[in-house]
């Protein structure tokens, strides 16, 4: 496996970023992290191994590749702040193409070249595929053919082993429809939903936890693995018959039309201004209404005995 001709440097130290950072880290490239001078991040890096650059310096000038691992509503932001420190030529690399698409930063930023390189994996998962030798899927788009080669070689060393030409229009809108279609709002709030009517019904909290929330862990790598057919091929007479039923009394023409104006709110770009509000507000809003609920208690009760 051919090695990056120079070092790169990772802009942030999240989840994201951690695991990519180890990742290279294990396959012996030269990573640096870039973080600002008040990170709190900065020890932990440095004890894990890391060369620590500062923001807005000119030590930003040591790199010509620059992993954006900072989440999307950062991006802008970082590159007024830093793009005159970052040596004209240089390959920015985005996990996610939604930052590029809301702001133009190919146009914005002409003198750098901007590529794509986009897991579909949460950070753990991105970790533990590469430590398992296992199989990581990534939607990839760079500008040109020496471009090309050096994300190929960093998808390599980070463990992503099936690359698929897209776009960061194409990308972001993906991104953003399952998210909001199922991902992130179907599968935590009708396992709540369920939870909370099995316990109103009599179940017990363990038997309403393990039926509504842990299986959703087996199931779903059930489909993935396996596949649709096969997965229904699989279940139990009671279960395909229950999966018909829930699915003409809940899924019917009113989802549909929830998934296409979801797809059409994408696609307008009025979304776009939907998140124009204070994240870090919302976060601490929903997590404190998922702190009142008798599932998020039953979650930790359990979770030594449950979940590995």
């Known amino acids: 496996m ?15 970023a951690k695991a990519w950072a180890l990742n290279l880290l ?21 004890k894990m191994g890391f060369n620590v650059i500062e923001l807005e310096t000119s030590a930003l000038s040591s790199s010509n590749i620059f992993v954006m691992l900072i989440p999307d509503d950062q991006h802008l932001n970082f590159l007024e702040k830093n793009h005159q420190y970052i040596p004209s030529g240089s390959h920015l690399i985005y996990a996610h193409g939604f930052s590029l698409t809301k702001h133009k930063l190919e146009t914005v930023f002409p003198q750098f070249k901007h590529s794509l390189l986009a897991p579909k994996a949460i950070a753990s998962e991105v970790r533990y595929q590469y430590e398992i030798h296992g199989k990581i899927g990534a939607a990839v788009y760079t500008p040109d053919v020496e471009a090309e080669a050096i994300v190929k070689t960093i998808a390599a060393h980070a463990g992503f082993t099936a690359l698929y030409k897209s776009h960061f229009e194409e990308e972001t809108a993906a991104d953003l429809f399952s998210e909001q279609s199922f991902l992130c709002s179907i599968l935590p709030y009708v396992a709540l939903k369920s939870f909370n009517v099995l316990r109103k019904n009599g179940i017990s909290q363990e038997v309403a936890f393990m039926e509504c929330f842990l299986e959703l862990k087996s ?3 059930a489909i993935v693995t396996l596949g649709p057919e096969a997965f229904f091929n699989l279940i139990s007479p009671n279960a395909l018959i229950g999966s018909q039923k829930g699915r003409e009394l809940l899924l019917g023409s009113e989802f549909d039309q929830a998934l296409e104006k979801i797809m059409a709110d994408i696609s307008s770009k009025k979304f776009y201004s939907d998140v124009e509000i204070d994240a870090d507000a919302l976060r601490k809003s929903v997590t404190a209404e998922w702190e009142k609920e008798e599932l998020s208690a039953v979650f930790k009760k359990l979770k030594a005995d449950l979940i590995n």
Not at 2 to 16: A, D, H, M, Y
Not at 26 to 46: G, M, P, T, W, Y
């Open 219 to 221: 199931i779903s790598q």
């Open 2 to 16: 051919e090695s990056l001709k120079t070092g790169l440097t990772i802009v942030g130290f999240g989840s994201q």
């Open 26 to 46: 294990d396959s012996k490239q030269n990573v640096s992290i870039a973080l600002k001078k008040s990170s709190k991040s900065k020890e932990l890096a440095q």
